[in-house]
């Protein structure tokens, strides 16, 4: 009986998990920049690249490609090359391939969502390296 109890929850989980753009905490309008920065964790990093105008409205696009699942699991924590997207009022979000966190009035908030990890870095080094127009769908 355990053992039937257990398969149905797990297929539950797996079928709760579908893949689908990442939904950021506030609106696309309040977002004031992005940056690809070099995380230690969710509050601290360093900016390795502020993006323009036109390299945001082309990042929002790709990124928008990318499919994002709900993490499961203990959190790993943000660190290494993330995306940073800074809201108007001053919160902001971290995201990497595994995790991603909210930031608010100083204390980070898990939320969990992970997605491939070749897609994710081939988008944030496109936009490192100036080459962000050639990122391909996984």
Not at 111 to 119: A, F, I, L, P, S
Request: proline share 2%.
């Amino acid at each position: 009986m355990k053992k039937i109890f257990l398969l149905f929850f797990c297929l539950i989980l797996l079928t709760g998990c579908s893949s689908k753009p990442y939904e950021f905490e506030k609106s696309i309008d309040e977002i004031q920049s992005i940056e690809i920065v070099s995380a230690v964790d969710g509050l601290n990093y360093t900016v390795l690249k502020t993006l323009s105008e036109e390299e945001k409205k082309v990042f929002l696009e790709q990124f928008a490609k990318i499919e994002f699942d709900k993490y499961i699991g203990d959190p790993p924590g943000v660190h290494g090359n993330s995306i940073k997207i800074n809201y108007s009022n001053d919160e902001y979000e971290i995201i990497t391939w595994f995790d991603s966190e909210y930031v608010k009035n100083g204390e980070s908030f898990f939320r969990g969502k992970d997605c491939d990890e070749k897609e994710f870095n081939e988008l944030l080094n496109g936009f490192l390296s100036g080459d962000e127009m050639n990122f391909t769908e996984g």
